[in-house]
């Protein structure tokens, strides 16, 4: 009987190359195969190279072995039509975690033809989750929304939370606790779940939950709702026994909140802490309010560079001060500097 013939060391490499095409997969098991067989030193070499080359090529395939996908979630109130670069996915909400790492644009058409539609831009990054939300008002300037996206550091150990905001320089609080404005970056917050909460004037409060990772920037784009306006109740006609219609005598008033008079006290005289009004876009003034809160009662208005006297009440975004002799109320800490 014949002896099988022995296979030549390089017609093995070329096994294995053929093999490899069929199993890419088992790559790390071939490159260990090659090594560990009864192969000279030379033949060894020849085999890896080949190994890596095949690599090579099919890494520029459609199949990335060793490549994470990005998701991304969209989600809207009330539901919109869902648009990412140009092709159409169906309806809000939309869930997906089979996209490429990379800019996308999304645009969102609402169901309701009166509303209108709303586009954004934002990156989404390999190994983990955007958020895209879209709450729709009648008007561009009564709606709100949010992205929350992922960038990497260089260093994999540190954290940051970048916020950008439309309008700019917005009061933030992280877990209820005040930290200053959106134009600065929050580093060293610790990794896992937080809470993020922004106050502006004229505006509706938002709060936002979201989870901090090692390694990356969260990236915190917010848009926020202009505050309703509460229109002034008009009075009602008054029926008489007879059965004639008489109106209320009393007209409707406004309330009209003027400026208090400009001071001439310099802030030597004044006792640290107190509250200094920055300037405002507001006609140089600023509102004070009952309580702190946008939505609270006007109390009065002060002058962009008079000075007051505060009191600390632990209100993200606000300061506390004594506008009147025996009268306190709230201003915005966004046109307000504490001195102590």
Not at 200 to 206: N, V
Request: aromatic content about 8%; hydrophobic content about 35%.
């Amino acid at each position: 009987m014949r002896p099988e013939r022995e296979s030549h060391p390089r017609m093995a490499v070329l096994q294995t190359a053929a093999f490899l095409l069929r199993h890419p997969a088992n790559c790390f098991h071939i490159l260990a195969s090659i090594w560990y067989t009864k192969l000279n030193m030379r033949t060894r070499l020849i085999g890896i190279i080949c190994l890596l080359i095949f690599s090579a090529f099919l890494s520029g395939c459609s199949l990335n072995i060793f490549g994470k996908k990005s998701g991304v979630q969209i989600t809207s109130n009330p539901q919109a039509e869902v648009t990412v670069n140009g092709q159409s996915n169906g309806k809000t909400p939309y869930y997906t975690e089979s996209l490429k790492s990379g800019e996308y644009t999304i645009r969102l058409t609402p169901i309701d033809p009166e509303l209108q539609p709303w586009e954004t831009k934002t990156t989404l990054s390999a190994g983990h989750l955007t958020i895209v939300d879209r709450q729709f008002g009648k008007t561009q300037d009564q709606s709100s929304s949010f992205t929350l996206s992922f960038e990497k550091l260089s260093n994999k150990n540190s954290t940051e939370v970048s916020i950008i905001s439309n309008p700019s320089n917005v009061s933030v609080a992280v877990d209820k606790a005040p930290i200053g404005f959106s134009n600065r970056p929050i580093e060293n917050i610790s990794a896992g779940d937080h809470s993020f909460d922004f106050v502006a004037p004229g505006y509706q409060d938002k709060r936002i939950q979201a989870r901090v990772y090692a390694g990356m920037r969260l990236v915190i784009n917010i848009t926020m709702a202009a505050a309703p306006i509460v229109p002034t109740p008009t009075p009602t006609p008054l029926a008489t026994p007879s059965g004639t219609l008489t109106a209320t005598p009393t007209p409707t008033t406004k309330t009209v909140i003027t400026p208090l008079p400009k001071q001439s006290t310099s802030s030597a005289l004044l006792v640290k802490p107190y509250v200094e009004i920055l300037p405002t876009p507001l006609n140089n003034t600023l509102r004070v309010r009952a309580e702190a809160s946008v939505g609270a009662d006007e109390v009065a208005k002060v002058n962009t560079g008079d000075k007051f006297p505060y009191k600390d009440m632990e209100t993200a975004g606000w300061y506390y001060i004594e506008y009147l002799k025996d009268q306190w109320g709230y201003v915005s800490s966004q046109y307000a500097k504490l001195v102590k």
